[in-house]
């Protein structure tokens, strides 16, 4: 049977670490029937934390996905992490959905990591509701947590509800549509409620609220507004088709109000969900490249069944059975499993051995997948994530995830010879994985070198790998991933020869090498197009280009912001071939690149504290006693934040000292911010 696309909504939950993301989807589950029991994160017991290491750590590391039903809708909703290490997995979830709920705590409204993730989805135009949680919890205030949302990110915040109480006078909450009390019964878990009218008590909050959503949604509607002004009557239902439309074009952004730990408030964030978040028929068509024309042109990839298949990869979870399980977001035609497609930025067919439907940590077999829903393929090999599955009759690229480069890296190797194979397919399943996660040997010392984005994350990658993976591995210190990059402008001709197996290898190239703006990446263009040069060739330059990027210039750290420029390609029937084009380019690379003032850049991380008042001086002594830079306070209910800038080479050990000075009262998150030029040598790697 068909799915009513009018009916399914694809959204994802975000938040700040800790704010009770892994909680509301417990309850979501457990109130759409999907799951029999509530499970605790602090019991370690929760559905969608079901890695061994969540449920240790009482923290979501991997998005979990899972499909739930409610009032004939089907919800694909995907829980992502709140720690700024995985920020991979929320960047990847985020770019699939159609809609989000970002869950702010009460107490401290928006949080660091809040920030991170709502610009992410403005990245990806996700519209969204805010569920303010933890209305039960000393010093909870959904009026200042809304207006901190509407003042940090200029968001017009409208407020759907209000409370009875706060903290632990927190009985239930008010509709301002139906103009209700609404309390749950706490002898069955939150799961039966009851409506009341409007107790005198709070008849006069109810009023002066349900004024404001009418004038806040009739400002961004222009048929509300009319009729608002001519003092005629708006219908709930005119006032809720007005909220979702103002939703859909992110004009509006619904606050809704809870307690999810305390199974109140849940019931009504789902109707909004189903009410107000778009389905995939609302949002614009995915926009794709056509790679198969002689010009690349931008096709549109409308949300249709019947026309041709294309499908992003999203995500990668190895599974010890099955294989890779490949997360896949359909935006077009259908996927039927036993069928072949072609993995468009491989250039390769790929069999769909089965499909299956996602609930957390179980599957259920499907026959197909159409436009619009998400789901897991088994089968495919070469697949990665940012890859696009498509049909043959329409090779399109969906525009691929781009992920922050690691800036911390650890030396491992195996215990004994024998785990050493076992070690390296590990590494390459779980970079797989994780696109933010990397692994090299270095050329100098042999040592094999695994990154990623945090200490954390590390952390967290070498206990799954001895554990789940069960490789025996010692590891290193942390040490700083620097990168390499040119501070001047230079150019280079080169003539790469060689004579193998009796047959001449000739290459000749010219290129400009030069820096591009902070933040930019390494680009390679080439200024030459001559017909009577194949395809391979051009191929081969570019693959020795970007093999350079990679293995640096001076040291072997990763090149960033270097942008190459092929001027002349010397080129000859008999003798070139892509090999020697592919060796020319490494050669003729180094050599401008050193003629081109290199330079080391190292990591800066954004780095926010957050403090009692009075520990506030030792807290931002620590961060200037390590070369970090202030950059502004702010006050909330639960303490001071600090932000604040720091190299990451002298954060190693942060925490333990920060705990000392503060009385182990202070907390702080880190995440990468740019690369600067490293000043003096490179003494301090460790």
Not at 22 to 47: F, Q, S, V
Not at 128 to 156: H, P, Q, T
Request: hydrophobic share 40%; net charge negative; aromatic share 6%.
């Amino acid at each position: 049977m068909a799915l009513d696309l009018k009916k399914m909504r694809n959204i994802g939950i975000m938040a700040h670490i800790d704010a009770g993301k892994t909680t509301t989807t417990e309850r979501i589950l457990y109130y759409t029937g999907k799951i029999h029991k509530i499970g605790e994160i602090d019991d370690g017991a929760a559905t969608m934390d079901f890695m061994k290491q969540e449920q240790e750590r009482g923290i979501t590391i991997a998005s979990a996905a899972i499909t739930t039903q409610w009032k004939s809708h089907t919800i694909n909703i995907i829980d992502t992490p709140g720690h700024v290490d995985f920020t991979a997995e929320v960047e990847r979830s985020l770019r699939v959905l159609d809609g989000a709920v970002a869950v702010i705590c009460a107490v401290d409204g928006v949080q660091p990591q809040t920030e991170t993730v709502w610009k992410q989805a403005d990245e990806f135009n996700v519209p969204r509701l805010c569920f303010v949680n933890k209305m039960d919890r000393v010093g909870a205030d959904f009026f200042y947590s809304i207006k901190d949302v509407r003042e940090k990110f200029g968001a017009n915040t409208v407020a759907l509800q209000v409370p009875m109480g706060e903290g632990a006078e927190f009985e239930g909450l008010i509709d301002l549509l139906s103009m209700k009390e609404i309390r749950w019964n706490e002898e069955d878990e939150g799961e039966t409620y009851t409506e009341t009218d409007i107790s005198d008590k709070y008849r006069a909050l109810a009023d002066e609220w349900r004024d404001k959503l009418v004038d806040a949604v009739a400002s961004v509607d222009d048929d509300l507004a009319e009729i608002y002004l001519e003092g005629g009557e708006i219908t709930n239902d005119q006032l809720k088709a007005a909220i979702r439309k103002g939703t859909i074009n992110r004009s509006l952004v619904p606050c809704l109000l809870g307690s999810a730990r305390r199974n109140k408030g849940v019931q009504p964030l789902i109707d909004a969900v189903i009410d107000y978040l778009p389905c995939p028929l609302d949002v614009p068509p995915a926009k794709a490249v056509h790679v198969k024309k002689d010009k690349e042109e931008t096709v549109e990839l409308p949300c249709d069944d019947k026309k041709m298949p294309a499908g992003l990869v999203f995500k990668i979870q190895q599974d010890r059975e099955m294989g890779a399980l490949c997360f896949v977001r359909v935006y077009s035609g259908k996927f039927t499993a036993g069928s072949q497609v072609l993995n468009v930025a491989k250039k390769k067919r790929e069999r769909i051995n089965r499909i299956l439907r996602v609930n957390a940590n179980h599957m259920e077999q499907m026959d197909s997948v159409s436009a619009g829903d998400i789901a897991v393929f088994v089968g495919l090999k070469l697949a990665q994530t940012g890859d696009t599955l498509a049909s043959e009759g329409l090779p399109v690229l969906l525009e691929s995830l781009k992920f922050p480069e690691p800036v911390i890296s650890i030396a491992i190797e195996p215990e004994t010879l024998s785990d050493k194979d076992k070690l390296t397919e590990t590494l390459a399943v779980m970079s797989r994985e994780d696109p933010t996660f990397t692994s090299h040997e270095d050329a100098e010392t042999g040592q094999l070198i695994i990154s990623g984005m945090g200490e954390l994350h590390l952390d967290v990658l070498v206990t799954r790998m001895k554990e789940d993976f069960g490789v025996k591995a010692n590891v290193g210190a942390p040490q700083v991933t620097y990168r390499e990059s040119v501070s001047a402008e230079a150019t280079s001709s080169l003539t790469w020869e060689k004579n193998l197996a009796g047959k001449d290898n000739v290459a000749g190239l010219t290129i400009r090498i030069f820096q591009n703006d902070q933040g930019v990446g390494n680009t390679y263009s080439c200024a030459v197009r001559d017909s009577s040069i194949p395809e391979e060739i051009y191929d081969a330059i570019k693959q020795g280009f970007e093999n350079s990027f990679s293995s640096g210039i001076q040291y072997g750290y990763p090149c960033a912001d270097v942008g190459v420029e092929v001027t002349k390609i010397d080129y000859s029937e008999l003798t070139g071939t892509p090999f020697a084009f592919t060796a020319c380019a490494a050669q003729i690379f180094d050599e401008a690149a050193r003629k081109a003032s290199p330079q080391i850049l190292e990591p800066v991380m954004n780095v926010d504290i957050s403090c009692p008042l009075e520990f506030v001086g030792d807290a931002i002594s620590q961060v200037t006693q390590r070369g970090g830079m202030i950059q502004g306070q702010d006050s909330k209910a639960s303490g001071e934040i600090v932000h604040c800038t720091a190299p990451m080479a002298k954060m190693f050990g942060f925490s333990t000292n920060l705990r000392s000075v503060t009385q182990g009262r202070a907390s702080f998150s880190m995440e990468f911010s740019h690369f600067q030029v490293k000043q003096g040598g490179l003494g301090s790697a460790y």
